[in-house]
């Protein structure tokens, strides 16, 4: 079954420290993976898609098939960087996305 | 450009009664995917819509139904409320099929079903 887990509910860190969001997946094939955010307030948006392999602001994430994941990772957090974080996957033939539960990150000053 | 809107943004319902949501795509976008989102189940896929053709469907029952017209936008509708029906609902758009091009998520319908 396709499937994406975030196996944390809440992450809260102080600012300036290392972040790492988990997110690992089953699915049986090539999936695409992504990582959308959602700030208060604001519409869900992406943030990163693991086949354009680039930073944005400051995030990365690795697509790992031989562990199935594909953690988000920030090396300095960022007080802004505080929101709801999905991690999600979709076949490269359909627009259906499935998303993991979400993780609440918290940067304290 | 203007981004995805969604009408209405509330909605209050009692069980039984049948709701239609409506979202408009950006412009020249083509495909309209939606979700529920829910606290217990989170963000679910209920189906996608490209060309006023349904190309996907997610494990909704058949209460849930949906149509595109030809001007990309498309309205959902849900038959006979119930109260596990309350949730979000949320629509994406995209310029073609697939997912080849970011889903851009409208603000959401928030249901309550009573």
């Known amino acids: 079954a396709q499937r994406v887990t975030q196996p944390e509910k809440l992450l809260s860190v102080f600012k300036g420290a290392p972040v790492e969001l988990k997110c690992n997946y089953s699915?049986?094939?090539?999936?695409?993976l992504f990582w959308y955010v959602q700030y208060s307030r604001q519409r869900l948006q992406l943030l990163l898609r693991h086949i354009s392999r680039e930073s944005i602001k400051g995030f990365t994430a690795d697509l790992n098939k031989g562990e199935t994941s594909f953690h988000l990772k920030k090396p300095f957090a960022q007080e802004e960087d505080s929101a709801m974080y999905y991690c999600?996957?979709?076949?490269?033939?359909?627009?259906?996305?499935?998303f993991g539960q979400g993780t609440t990150l918290q940067v304290k000053p | 450009k203007a981004g995805v809107t969604q009408t209405p943004r509330y909605l209050i319902k009692t069980r039984g009664q049948q709701v239609t949501l409506s979202c408009s795509p950006i412009?020249?976008?083509?495909?309209v995917s939606w979700y529920q989102q829910t606290p217990g189940q989170g963000l679910q896929f209920l189906f996608e819509?490209?060309?006023?053709?349904?190309?996907n469907k997610g494990n909704f029952p058949g209460r849930f139904s949906g149509r595109q017209f030809s001007n990309s936008r498309s309205e959902m509708n849900v038959s006979t409320l119930e109260l596990g029906d309350s949730a979000l609902y949320l629509c994406?758009?995209?310029?073609?099929?697939?997912?080849?091009?970011?889903?851009?998520f409208g603000p959401g319908t928030r249901l309550t079903v009573t």
């Open positions: 999600a996957l979709s076949s490269s033939n359909t627009g259906k996305l499935i």
């Open positions: 819509y490209f060309s006023e053709t349904q190309r």
């Open positions: 699915y049986s094939g090539s999936p695409e």
């Open positions: 412009s020249g976008h083509r495909s």
């Open positions: 994406a758009s995209s310029r073609d099929q697939g997912i080849k091009d970011e889903q851009y």
